[in-house]
């Protein structure tokens, strides 16, 4: 498929902030891809276009029954000048699945790293270059078809937008501190917690609010039947150190397939530590926190890579994670990981993919 292009004429016109007044998801670059899809045509008219705001008719069906996917990746500046991706491949997979479960129409995998990498080229001036800065890539697809009555559109938009990130907290590589809600659940089995979609994002705001209010960062979601095991963190998977063993909730239908979650299972395993997907119950989590069986715990994410946890807050009780510090297995793979996005470390997987 073709892509047309038609450039900006005001390209160096939109403020370009300094790396250091970066924060996340704040700012957009001068581009977009779009391409849009009919149950007659299927997928067409490929194009990127100036940055602009989206026409939708006020009876769009992805305003009345969440027929939305995204997904979330980065373009880092390499060591060595170039441009490189991490994993894309399993970003494109997990928005197939995404698009499968809502009932969307799926993209050829080949034509979507096209439309990625070609946007990223044409606005490669808005990758940040300072250490930990990254251009992130939004992929979104949306039901556009004007209708109400709850059955899948026949029309639908893809599209893709990029802007320049800095940090995703603002106490960067520190500890973070996550509240832990017994409440509200984020994802039921049978649902759609694996999926990307915006449903599941929007039904956490409350609570996140909530936690921010006290003071915390985060929430730590529990499972919707028993209010017992532990499942993810808002945006990101979960990593606990208990002794030896690194341990994380299995997948199961409620918990994103995370990108990263997969590469620190893989690179541990690598370095020969015991990895154990299993569930682990909240007061097992707080057990550990009081005995010192629990030596780290730490968040994963495409947006943070590597969030360590100093503090949870259970029953409106806090307590530490062991000495409140980041551990040395977090540093270990955040620096790995790190590493191996920017060029700047081997890369055994194959995970780097450059695009220039």
């Not at 849009?36 to 069906?61: F, K």
């Not at 490189?84 to 790293?113: T, Y």
């Not at 990223?120 to 004007?146: C, F, H, N, V």
């Not at 994103?256 to 370095?271: E, F």
């Amino acid at each position: 498929m073709e892509i047309g292009v038609n450039k900006s004429t005001t390209i160096g016109q939109k403020p370009q902030p300094e790396d250091s007044e970066l924060g996340f998801g704040q700012y957009t670059t001068d581009h977009m891809f779009l391409m849009d899809y009919t149950t007659e045509t299927g997928w067409h008219n490929a194009r990127i276009e100036p940055y602009q705001d989206l026409r939708l008719d006020p009876a769009a069906m992805v305003l009345h029954y969440n027929q939305e996917v995204f997904e979330g990746l980065k373009a880092y500046h390499l060591a060595d000048g170039g441009i490189g991706l991490f994993r894309p491949d399993k970003n494109i997979k997990r928005m197939s699945n995404s698009v499968r479960r809502m009932v969307m129409p799926e993209i050829e995998p080949n034509i979507f790293m096209k439309a990625m990498t070609e946007l990223i080229l044409l606005d490669r001036e808005w990758i940040p270059k300072s250490e930990g800065t990254s251009l992130y890539i939004r992929p979104t697809m949306i039901a556009t078809e004007p209708a109400l009555g709850v059955r899948p559109s026949n029309r639908y938009l893809f599209f893709i937008i990029l802007g320049p990130v800095g940090a995703y907290y603002p106490e960067g590589f520190s500890p973070t501190r996550i509240y832990v809600s017994d409440e509200y659940v984020r994802a039921v089995k049978g649902g759609v917690g694996e999926t990307k979609t915006s449903g599941n994002y929007g039904a956490t705001l409350l609570v996140s609010k909530q936690a921010s209010q006290k003071g915390y960062t985060q929430v730590l979601w529990l499972d919707a039947k028993e209010r017992k095991y532990v499942e993810e963190v808002g945006t990101s998977n979960i990593f606990l150190l208990f002794e030896d063993t690194l341990v994380t909730p299995p997948l199961g239908g409620t918990i994103l397939p995370g990108v990263t979650r997969d590469s620190v299972i893989q690179l541990a395993r690598h370095w020969g530590v015991d990895v154990s997907e299993r569930l682990i119950s909240i007061e097992e989590v707080v057990d550990g926190c009081k005995s010192g069986s629990l030596k780290e715990m730490f968040a994963t994410g495409t947006a943070a890579v590597i969030s360590p946890v100093g503090e949870i807050c259970y029953k409106e009780t806090d307590f530490t994670v062991a000495d409140g510090k980041t551990g040395e297995l977090s540093k270990k793979l955040y620096d790995e990981l790190f590493g191996i996005q920017y060029g700047r470390k081997e890369d055994p997987f194959g995970w780097r993919v450059r695009i220039a």
